[in-house]
């Protein structure tokens, strides 16, 4: 029996409302996002979202766009490198209603780009972690010069310079929609951008966040500075709000500019991308 639009959008939101009611932010998701999970800033289909917590990270996944909007995870420096293989295959998520298989990005001229990275999620939280990083359900279609280049140097930067600098930080990721998105034959929006907003939270200090914001057309070696945008402007363009557990008057201050003293941020300028 096929359903037509207007069920199928019912269903969607129905089970949504579900989900969200059935979480209720239980310990594990604190740890990995204590200053709350983004949620959409003003209801519309293409914003609700599905909370899927895996070990060492949680995905906002919207069956609408079968894209992640959102992921979360905490990152610590690592003590001592584990030598994980890298796993063969990516999966389907069974928990989704509109399952992405791995081949859904073939010929598509796109790659598979994690949301929640395979090498930082695997140093800190482990080899279960690493597998759910190849869930389908954290996997979003990025150029090869995003994926490989600029997205990847961000990533290498984080664990590899931001931790190590900081301790413990916060790391919200996720992608950006144009209003007309491009959809591949296997029903995958395509997104037009992505963001990732990285927090810190020094004892008796307010906590400090650093965005960036990379568009697919990346030729992949520019400056990581040249990407960095407010918080604010990000919660235009995604319509989520982040950070809505600390006080409006913080969470006002930090979302609206952009300040790098205290990251460091020429040390890791330039680096060099691995592929």
């Given at each position: 029996m096929r359903i037509g639009y207007a069920t199928f959008a019912a269903l969607v939101v129905g089970?949504?409302?579900?989900?969200?009611?059935?979480?209720?932010?239980?310990?594990?998701?604190?740890?990995?996002?204590?200053?709350?999970?983004?949620?959409?800033?003003?209801?519309?289909?293409?914003?609700?979202?599905?909370?899927?917590?895996?070990?060492?990270?949680?995905?906002?996944?919207?069956?609408?766009?079968?894209?992640?909007?959102?992921?979360?995870?905490?990152?610590?420096?690592?003590?001592?490198?584990?030598?994980?293989?890298?796993?063969?295959?990516?999966?389907?998520?069974?928990?989704?209603?509109?399952?992405v298989s791995p081949d859904a990005f073939r010929r598509s001229g796109y790659q598979r780009g994690h949301l929640a990275p395979n090498f930082a999620i695997s140093q800190v939280h482990g080899r279960d972690a690493q597998r759910a990083t190849f869930l389908m359900s954290n996997v979003s279609p990025q150029k090869s010069r995003l994926n490989q280049k600029a997205w990847q140097r961000l990533e290498e930067a984080v664990i590899?310079?931001?931790?190590?600098?900081?301790?413990?930080?916060?790391?919200?990721?996720?992608?950006?929609?144009?209003?007309?998105?491009?959809?591949?034959?296997?029903?995958?929006?395509?997104?037009?951008?992505?963001?990732?907003?990285?927090?810190?939270?020094?004892?008796?200090?307010?906590?400090?966040?650093?965005?960036?914001?990379?568009?697919?057309?990346?030729?992949?070696?520019?400056?990581?500075?040249?990407?960095?945008?407010?918080?604010?402007?990000?919660?235009?363009?995604t319509g989520l709000d982040f950070f809505a557990d600390l006080p409006d008057d913080i969470e006002s201050r930090i979302e609206a500019g952009v300040e790098t003293e205290a990251w460091d941020l020429a040390s890791v300028d330039r680096l060099p991308a691995r592929y």
């Amino acid at each position: 029996m096929r359903i037509g639009y207007a069920t199928f959008a019912a269903l969607v939101v129905g089970l949504a409302v579900l989900s969200a009611w059935l979480v209720q932010d239980p310990d594990d998701v604190h740890d990995m996002a204590p200053f709350g999970l983004p949620h959409a800033r003003e209801y519309a289909l293409n914003t609700v979202s599905r909370t899927l917590i895996n070990p060492g990270f949680t995905v906002g996944y919207s069956e609408w766009r079968s894209n992640p909007l959102w992921v979360v995870y905490r990152l610590a420096p690592i003590r001592e490198r584990r030598s994980y293989p890298r796993p063969r295959h990516y999966e389907t998520d069974a928990r989704s209603w509109r399952a992405v298989s791995p081949d859904a990005f073939r010929r598509s001229g796109y790659q598979r780009g994690h949301l929640a990275p395979n090498f930082a999620i695997s140093q800190v939280h482990g080899r279960d972690a690493q597998r759910a990083t190849f869930l389908m359900s954290n996997v979003s279609p990025q150029k090869s010069r995003l994926n490989q280049k600029a997205w990847q140097r961000l990533e290498e930067a984080v664990i590899d310079h931001f931790t190590p600098r900081f301790g413990t930080l916060w790391v919200t990721a996720g992608p950006i929609f144009a209003a007309k998105t491009e959809t591949l034959a296997s029903g995958v929006e395509v997104p037009d951008a992505f963001y990732k907003i990285l927090l810190v939270r020094s004892s008796g200090e307010a906590p400090r966040v650093l965005a960036f914001r990379m568009s697919q057309q990346v030729r992949g070696d520019e400056a990581l500075s040249r990407f960095l945008v407010s918080v604010d402007a990000l919660e235009q363009e995604t319509g989520l709000d982040f950070f809505a557990d600390l006080p409006d008057d913080i969470e006002s201050r930090i979302e609206a500019g952009v300040e790098t003293e205290a990251w460091d941020l020429a040390s890791v300028d330039r680096l060099p991308a691995r592929y």
